[in-house]
């Protein structure tokens, strides 16, 4: 009996040895049942815009504002969009957010998300579907608009006068390229004196405008103007300029879109002559809808972003110190 009572002790002691060696009992993993998941479904990383649609997109649907971000890059394919899309129907996502590649091809993939009963939130970018009721709202710039506004300051500055036209258009059948291209193609009409000498994709990426304008140049084709669709290219355009002893905006003017900040300071220099803006920033916008649609509130269909643009001439110090991206 009394070494069975010592046996017994000795057991006790051990277990609570062991309980005091051993490590505090490890939290359940983390879980989203209290957040809003939201996938989103990105063209690609082509350009300085693009990035910054990224990270404003990242900021605003954080975890810390209640939110749970699925990020998908699509890399410029449309095939990947649509099993993106595939893949969040499967996840079981509460919100789809697309920023298309192209305006066409989406029906039945967003037949499938509406059946599931997931809204879909269209950014940047248009789409062209038989039925609208296949995604709840779009936010996006005016790119037709965008283009006639490139068109009124070359107008004000080159009307009467003669003009050759290099233009570098963004990825076909994007509606950036569709809206900016349908308004010089306005001006083109209106102007018989201006001359479009060249134009060709540049795919929106700096690399590509480079690679363009210096087979052109290489070629000896002549022009006077560059209208570029958007800022990467400009630069690769500015490039290949320098490349070859030649002064932007002073032996070519060049036109581009977005109003980037480092494009910005390319206007305050006098390489870029006119920027119009292109607000890449909708994460806020984004959030905004989503937090109506939580509501139960029924958002807009459409809604287009104020947008403005700049002027070698008139840009100021205080316009760069303030941009956001």
């Known amino acids: 009996m009394k070494r069975n009572f010592f046996y017994l002790i000795s057991i006790l002691l051990l277990c609570l040895a062991l309980t005091a060696c051993a490590p505090a009992p490890t939290p359940a993993a983390e879980t989203y049942e209290d957040f809003v998941v939201v996938g989103f479904s990105q063209v690609g990383a082509e350009s300085d815009w693009r990035n910054a649609n990224t990270a404003s997109m990242q900021q605003a649907l954080s975890e810390e504002n209640g939110y749970r971000l699925i990020l998908d890059d699509a890399q410029q394919k449309q095939e990947r969009q649509i099993t993106a899309i595939r893949n969040f129907i499967h996840q079981g996502v509460d919100y789809i957010v697309l920023a298309p590649t192209t305006e066409k091809g989406w029906d039945t993939v967003l037949a499938e998300a509406k059946d599931a009963g997931i809204p879909v939130i269209i950014v940047d970018r248009r789409i062209e579907i038989s039925d609208d009721s296949l995604f709840t709202c779009w ?3 005016d790119f037709l608009g965008e283009g006639r506004d490139a068109v009124r300051w070359l107008d004000a500055h080159y009307a009467g006068k003669p003009l050759r036209i290099v233009h570098l258009q963004g990825n076909i059948g994007s509606t950036a390229q569709i809206g900016r291209t349908a308004g010089l193609n306005e001006g083109l009409t209106s102007h018989p004196e201006w001359e479009l000498v060249y134009r060709e ?3 929106f990426t700096q690399a590509k ?81 989503i937090q109506r649609l939580e509501r139960g509130q029924t958002p807009p269909k459409l809604t287009y972003v104020e947008e403005t643009a700049f002027d070698t001439e008139t840009i100021t110090q205080s316009t760069l110190d303030s941009r956001g991206y």
Do not use: W
């Open 139 to 141: 936010i996006g710039s």
């Open 209 to 289: 405008g480079q690679e363009l304008v210096e087979a052109l140049l290489a070629d000896g084709m002549e022009f006077d103007l560059i209208f570029s669709e958007n800022d990467n290219m400009a630069y690769g355009a500015i490039d290949a300029l320098k490349n070859a002893g030649l002064t932007p905006g002073k032996d070519v003017t060049i036109i581009s879109f977005d109003a980037s900040r480092h494009a910005l300071e390319l206007v305050m220099s006098g390489e870029i002559s006119y920027d119009v803006e292109c607000n890449p920033l909708h994460g806020p916008r984004v959030e905004a809808i």
């Open 201 to 203: 994709t540049g795919d």
